[in-house]
């Protein structure tokens, strides 16, 4: 009954390779967001997404692109990895715009 | 502009007695404000929010916090404090006026000591 959830929880690259987090919710929620979570715990918005309305944050580099099939799904494409990509990802939801938000367990990217 | 500031990376309390993390925020509008707890190697759950009303909101396992207009704070409190309560917390706000996405503080570490 996992209300967000992640895969895979751990993933392990070399630079320069292209990779696809997934996730989830079944909450029936409107908003899907995707965050980063640097070695300093400090959160980052990357990307939300509300009703075929994406919101980008600037600082984002372009390597890194969402894909939403439907809006129960929010994944997470990254091309051409890097080294300072290492961090830990986290998708939430939210039953509408700005609400209290529910977070997935994280996926734990490391890039060697 | 939103902003929100969480000035102790750490806060240590014994068990049993009172604990506080605090939080100041500026908005140029109203605020909603948020609090969340992250355990080790989670992710970050939803403990209590503001929107309007009464200015003391009480949420999960105990915690409330109490929004303050003039010093423009959001304090976490709780009367008596778990050991395992031990946990990472953070602190989030938005402008009701503008975008509808939170900026997080940087979170504060919260060691309860039996």
């Known amino acids: 009954d996992t209300a967000v959830s992640q895969t895979p929880k751990y993933l392990v690259t070399q630079m320069g390779n292209d990779k696809s987090i997934k996730c989830e919710q079944n909450?029936?929620?409107?908003?899907m967001y995707w965050y980063k979570q640097d070695s300093k715990k400090f959160l980052k918005i990357m990307f939300s997404?509300?009703?075929?309305?994406?919101?980008i944050n600037e600082t984002v580099p372009n390597r890194f692109s969402p894909k939403s099939p439907d809006k129960a799904h929010l994944n997470l494409h990254i091309n051409s990895l890097e080294l300072g990509d290492s961090a830990v990802y986290f998708c939430?939801?939210?039953?509408?715009?700005?609400?209290?938000?529910?977070f997935g367990p994280g996926t734990r990217l490391l890039v060697l | 502009a939103q902003s929100v500031a969480q000035p102790e990376d750490q806060v240590n309390v014994a068990e049993g007695n009172p604990l506080t993390v605090k939080c100041t925020y500026s908005?140029?509008?109203?605020?909603?404000l948020f609090w969340y707890v992250q355990y080790p190697n989670r992710g970050l759950q939803f403990l209590l929010k503001?929107?309007?009303?009464?200015?003391l909101v009480k949420g999960s396992y105990g915690f409330e916090a109490e929004f303050n207009k003039s010093q423009t704070s959001f304090h976490l409190k709780k009367p008596s404090a778990l050991v395992s309560d031990s946990a990472l917390y953070f602190c989030?706000?938005?402008?009701?006026?503008?975008?509808?996405?939170?900026?997080f503080g940087r979170g504060t570490s919260l060691i309860v000591h039996p």
């Open positions: 939430a939801s939210s039953q509408d715009r700005g609400q209290s938000q529910y």
């Open positions: 909450l029936g929620h409107d908003t």
């Open positions: 997404y509300n009703n075929k309305e994406l919101i």
């Open positions: 908005v140029s509008g109203n605020p909603y």
């Open positions: 503001y929107i309007t009303g009464d200015n």
């Open positions: 989030a706000v938005r402008d009701n006026g503008g975008s509808y996405i939170p900026t």
